[in-house]
């Protein structure tokens, strides 16, 4: 079992940036794949970006790629979502997610509590 807890959200207004933090306690982060997904209000849970166990490979949604970055430092236990360029729709209740699989396999088994990023325009 591995225990996720996010920080960083907050009320920002539109083209400013926040980052997201992600720390894992638990189990060995370095061997999950680890990921941001998002959920705004009356949507379904979305995904955001991935990133493989030891940083070498990255995956975004059309709706983020060039704007939000991914990554991650296993020393720390932490994964992190830069956020740049932000809009009014990318406000949403942000979740850290822990899978074992990058590829078409991608099925986060473990879920943070989620932190709520407000883009005001």
């Known amino acids: 079992q591995v225990q996720l807890v996010e920080s960083g959200g907050g009320l920002v207004q539109a083209g400013d940036s926040l980052r997201l933090s992600c720390v894992a306690s638990g189990r060995t982060f370095s061997n999950y794949v680890m990921g941001w997904f998002r959920q705004a209000p009356g949507k379904e849970r979305e995904f955001v970006a991935r990133?493989?166990?030891?940083?070498?490979?990255?995956y975004y949604a059309a709706s983020v790629k060039g704007r939000f970055t991914i990554s991650r430092d296993n020393g720390e236990n932490t994964v992190y979502l830069q956020m740049n360029s932000l809009k009014p729709e990318d406000t949403a209740v942000y979740y850290c997610?822990?899978?074992?699989?990058?590829?078409?396999?991608?099925?986060?088994?473990?879920w943070g509590q989620g932190t709520q990023v407000t883009v005001s325009s």
């Open positions: 990133i493989s166990s030891i940083g070498g490979m990255t």
């Open positions: 997610a822990a899978a074992t699989y990058f590829d078409y396999r991608f099925q986060p088994a473990h």
